[in-house]
Structures are given as structure tokens and as C-alpha cells.
């Protein structure tokens, strides 16, 4: 069975860091663009970053640019978001996610096929 496992949320004060996991079973990451996306209290879910397959480019939401990073490590089977210089706006469920693609990755929830069930991250003093 093909699962993706997130862990690594919490409770950090503003300006902290996290560093989210991600980890899949039942399928090998290798050929899969993986996605970070986020939804907080009343709010649509929103695309926060991706990494590529093919070439291992990536990409980031505006919003995350400069203060998050997106990593994988195929020998591990897993796919990392660090979170730096958070702030209260951050504050949401984290999902991970795979696309079986080969072309570059995207931030559009439809494109992705298997679904992390979520950690918590909460960003308050």
C-alpha cells in the first residue's frame, strides 16, 4: 500500500525553525515530483513548494521564497521542507505529495496523485 508519512510539526515561536519529513512506503520516490502544500483554519489549501524528478528543480510559493527549502533524498525514500524565520501566517496543516511526472514539478493539487495525512505547524509566542 502506497503511503507518505509527514512528521516533524509543532509548536515554534516566531522566527524559529522546523524541519518537516516526509516518507513514503510502498512505492519508490525516484520518479515522483514531490509537493509541500499548506492549509490553514478557513482557508483554501495552497501550494508551498515542489521539487522536480527529472532534473531536481524547484519551486516556491511567493509567500515562502527565501525562508523555506525543499530537499530529497531518494536513497531514503523522502522529501524535506526546512522552515526558517516562520511567522503566525505560517501556521497551518502540512501535507506532502507525489506526482508521477517527469516534467518539471507544479504547485496545482490536481497533478498530484498520493497525499500525506498532515502535521500540524504552529507558529505562536
Known amino acids: 500500500q502506497q503511503q507518505l508519512v509527514e512528521s516533524g510539526g509543532g509548536l515554534v515561536q516566531p522566527g524559529g525553525s522546523l524541519r518537516l519529513s516526509c516518507a513514503a512506503s510502498g512505492f519508490t520516490l525516484d520518479y515522483y515530483a514531490l509537493g509541500w502544500f499548506r492549509q490553514a483554519p478557513g482557508k483554501e489549501r495552497e501550494g508551498v513548494s515542489c521539487?522536480?524528478?527529472?532534473?531536481?528543480?524547484?519551486y516556491y510559493a511567493d509567500s515562502v521564497k527565501g525562508r523555506f527549502t525543499i530537499s530529497r533524498d531518494n536513497a531514503k525514500n523522502t522529501v524535506y521542507l526546512q522552515m526558517n524565520s516562520l511567522n503566525p501566517e505560517d501556521t497551518a496543516v502540512y501535507y506532502c505529495a507525489a506526482d508521477l511526472a517527469l516534467r518539471r514539478c507544479r504547485l496545482r493539487a490536481d497533478d498530484y496523485d498520493y497525499w500525506g495525512q498532515g502535521t500540524q505547524v504552529t507558529v505562536s509566542s
Open positions: 521539487i522536480s524528478s527529472s532534473d531536481g528543480s524547484t
